[in-house]
């Protein structure tokens, strides 16, 4: 998901490690796409039970290795890690990198609970088969964050990869909850923008139609996700009867028999197909996750408008007051202060004077938190549009080959299917 075009930039506020020469070495190189040089895998769940204080608390730890491949870039040993790693920690990670990095589109994690699959998938945390898809999907998003230009480079993402020892006191001493804390505040503010970027409130329409539209797919796909699955498994009532048939009919017998067999071949094979159809189910789960990191971003933009506005207001309050001083008027309405002066006089000349130095130096301040607010938000603007636009080019490669590989493989299962009828129709002529 590497774009050319794109920003890099190295953190510089995090503690200096070992696992960093690597990267640096990388960098020298022009490589900015960590899957340029390096391999990374999830592999091995494993189920562990820990017990403290009488609980008990039982989950999956995942093997996440790294391997060097370009000898170039090697620095220190043999350029190989391994480590366990809890769900749990992936989304510290996640968090991190979605407080750490309010412009960019963060990769999902894969869901918690299996939703819009079929009525026989394994749904359970501790299932087999739920556990290889979460593995899978585990690694799609480590791989998707190497491949992006700016996370890739973040020191706290290497660490998850290559630090054992002492990676959740780094990330916490970032001290990036508490700015989580404030940004979620701000996030879950209600207000109305006066000049909302139109750009942005088109992401909004299309992060909402993309989750919709594939939310819509999944569903369709689970319905007839079932309806295979009982068409396949009422041939095995094929096998039976066909099985009891050749005991009474004994010219038919063989072919009976054999055709029985195919029926029962034709039953079980629907468990593997809609096994191979749920990766790529989940597949579109992730892009469909993806709506809320698009989302996401959109709302801190929000934020970071309403800022600017909310200065802005206030500097066109401070120099109104400035001009009304100055001409010696008062605000309109009900004030203590019109109060003060209808009943002692206006103020001197002296106080008016100190008044009018104080505002200007509210002017002068409010002036320069709004120069820095707006320059804050053209660089977030700049860089959110500019990693949209990166998601936007990806997603378009995904889908093609998800959709493509989709069909590829629902033609290869119907090649399979017509051979198992073409061996049953040759039993049926052998009677």
């Known amino acids: 998901m590497a ?23 990388a960098k020298k190189m022009g490589k900015t796409n960590m899957l340029q ?4 895998r999830v592999s091995e769940p494993e189920k562990r039970t820990t017990t403290a204080m009488k609980m008990t608390d039982t989950y999956m730890v995942y093997l996440v290795e790294t391997r060097i491949m370009d000898n170039s870039v090697k620095c220190k040993g043999d350029g190989t890690t391994s480590l366990w790693r809890r769900y749990s ?9 979605d407080i750490m990095h309010p412009a960019l589109v963060i990769p999902p994690l894969p869901e918690k609970k299996a939703t819009y699959t079929w009525q026989n998938m394994a749904t359970d ?11 899978a999907a585990l690694e799609i998003y480590l791989l998707r964050c190497a491949a992006h230009p700016i996370l890739c480079l973040d020191k706290i993402f290497i660490g ?44 909004k329409n299309y992060s909402g139609e993309l989750q919709s539209n594939i939310a819509n797919l999944l569903k ?3 319905r007839m996700a079932d309806h295979q699955y009982g068409i396949h498994k009422l041939h095995a009532n094929y096998h039976r009867v066909f099985n009891e ?6 010219d038919m017998s063989e072919p009976l028999q054999s055709a029985g067999h195919y029926m029962n071949v034709d039953s079980q094979s629907i468990d593997a197909i809609l096994e191979e159809e749920e990766q790529y189910a989940d597949q579109l789960k992730e892009y469909m996750a993806f709506g809320e990191s698009l989302r996401s971003v959109c709302r801190k933009y929000e934020c970071m408008q309403y800022d600017h506005e909310r200065a802005e207001d206030s500097l066109a309050s401070k120099s109104s007051q400035k001009e009304m001083l100055a001409q010696g008027k008062t605000a309109g309405g009900f004030s203590l202060s019109g109060m003060k002066k209808a009943l002692f006089g206006n103020d001197t000349q002296e106080q008016r004077e100190l008044k009018l130095k104080h505002l200007d130096e509210q002017i002068k301040l409010t002036e320069q938190e709004l120069a820095q607010i707006n320059e804050e ?11 949209i636009d990166r998601f936007k080019r990806q997603k378009t490669k995904d889908l093609k080959e998800i959709f493509t590989n989709y069909a590829i493989m629902q033609i290869k299962q119907c090649k399979k299917g017509i051979a198992i009828w073409t061996s049953a129709k040759d039993c049926f002529t052998k009677m």
């Open 160 to 203: 998850f990869l290559q630090k054992d020892e002492g990676w959740k006191d780094s990330v916490y001493a970032t001290e990036f909850q508490s700015k989580a804390e404030s940004r979620l505040k701000a996030i879950s503010a209600s207000f109305r923008l006066k000049k909302p970027d139109k750009r942005f409130e088109e992401v």
């Open 37 to 40: 040089w390096m391999e990374i």
């Open 220 to 222: 369709v796909r689970a």
């Open 89 to 97: 920690e992936f989304e510290i990670l996640r968090n991190y990198l």
């Open 125 to 135: 945390k501790f299932e087999p088969e739920f556990i290889e898809r979460r593995r």
């Open 377 to 387: 938000t053209q660089k977030f603007v700049e860089a959110a549009l500019r990693d």
């Open 245 to 250: 048939w050749s005991g009474i009919e004994k």
């Open 3 to 25: 774009d050319d075009n794109s920003p890099t930039y190295s953190p510089d506020h995090f503690p200096s490690s070992p696992e960093e020469d690597s990267v640096e070495v």
